[in-house]
């Protein structure tokens, strides 16, 4: 246990240790973790699940929306194949995903996932979805500025709890593509 490095947070913890304020499928990626930073840097800190959505959470424990990633799940589809996809981006900007994404993915169309389908798929929880444990082959798309910021906070795969991670974490996330403008 330790002071969080951003935010105001009572504690923060490697979430490798704290497996009961993650989803499982985050759990088990970090039980399995093979990035290149030590899974140790990924911290978890316990928050009020009523405080999940993203204006609220960064009132209630002073984190600026530029400190926040939001992780959006797209479904961009070409003919009948569906490809599922993440996108990491700044919580003070929204994922262009009718144009950047779309095209990165090689889509006709690109759209939100419906929240039911992107929780079924995940096995996280709306509002937590998060791209450390993510189904294996899922391309994960990260804003540049993202990938550039010392700290941000994002979903922990449920609405209690945070996951507080460098940027370049992320970045070098299996299926990670670092993408200029992803938000905006």
Sequence with gaps: MSAAPIGNFEAAWPAVDRA???AAPVAEALAGWT???PVE???VVDTDPELADTGNFGQAYDVAPELSANCVVVAAKRGQDVTYAACMVLASTRADVNGLVRKHLGARKASFAPMDEAVSL???QYGGITPIGLPDGWPVLVDAAVADAAYVVIGSG???GKII???KVLAGLPGATVLESLGL
């Design 122 to 124: 995940t096995g996280m």
């Design 20 to 22: 009961d304020l993650v």
């Design 41 to 43: 840097s990924v911290l």
């Design 165 to 167: 991670v460098p940027g």
């Design 35 to 37: 990035g290149a930073e």
């Design 158 to 160: 449920n609405r209690r």
